[in-house]
């Protein structure tokens, strides 16, 4: 597995996945008619989390994206 995600990438990624996983799981999007933006927020904010966690983000590598210094 190749590194392609720097720290304040991995910060942003990670704040990110944190406040889409509170907003979906903390009532916020209950009001919508439709469950589908709570499923895309908790999709999206486990998404987040787990290319933060291991600092590799598939879409990067297909780019040729390296946002850290290794």
Do not use: E, H, S
């Not at 392609?4 to 406040?19: H, K």
């Not at 999709?43 to 600092?55: F, N, P």
Request: net charge positive; aromatic share 8%.
């Amino acid at each position: 597995m190749i590194v392609n995600v720097g720290t304040v990438d991995r910060i942003i990624r990670a704040l990110i996945g944190v406040v889409l996983l509170a907003v979906a799981f903390g009532g916020a999007l209950d009001a919508m008619t439709t469950p589908y933006p709570k499923y895309a927020a908790i999709a999206i904010g486990l998404v987040m989390l787990a290319t933060a966690t291991m600092r590799m983000c598939p879409i990067y590598r297909i780019f040729g994206i390296r946002t850290c210094r290794i």
